[in-house]
C-alpha cells in the first residue's frame, strides 16, 4: 500500500514539475492549498509528505537543490514547504503546481550554487 502511494506522490510530483512551466491550467493538478490541506489533516499527511518527497527527489535529480545526504526527512520538507508559503502567501493561491512550489522551497532552503 505504501509502495502505492510513494508511486502516485512521484508520479503526481513528476507532471507538477512539468506542468509549473505552463501558466494557466485551472483544475489540471494539484494546488499549493491543496497540499497545505493534506498537511493539516492527520489522516492525509503522510500521504502530503510522500507527495513532498517525490518533488524533493526531483529538485535532486534536477540539481534545483543540493541537501546533504540524511538533512533531510519527511517532516523537515513539509516544514520547508510551509515555511516558503508563509514567507510567501501569495503562492497559495497563485496557478502553480504544488509541486512547482515545493521545488521552489526545496531550491531556497537547499540551493545548489550558494552565493
Known amino acids: 500500500m505504501f509502495d502505492r502511494v510513494i508511486a502516485t506522490a512521484v ?7 512539468t506542468l509549473a512551466q505552463e501558466p494557466k491550467l485551472p483544475g489540471r493538478y494539484f494546488t499549493p492549498a491543496g497540499l497545505i490541506e493534506m498537511i493539516n489533516d492527520s489522516k492525509r499527511e503522510t500521504m502530503a509528505q510522500a507527495y513532498l518527497i517525490g518533488a524533493y527527489d526531483l529538485t535532486q535529480d534536477a540539481l534545483r ?3 546533504l545526504r540524511g538533512t533531510t526527512s519527511p517532516q523537515v520538507l513539509e516544514k520547508v514547504f510551509i515555511d516558503y508559503i ?3 502567501p501569495e503562492l497559495i ?3 502553480r503546481t504544488a509541486a512547482g512550489v515545493a521545488a521552489q522551497a526545496f531550491a531556497a532552503c ?5 552565493n
Open 86 to 88: 508563509k514567507a510567501h
Open 93 to 95: 493561491t497563485v496557478d
Open 110 to 114: 537547499w540551493p545548489c550554487n550558494p
Open 65 to 67: 537543490s543540493c541537501a
Open 11 to 17: 508520479a503526481l510530483a513528476v507532471s507538477g514539475i
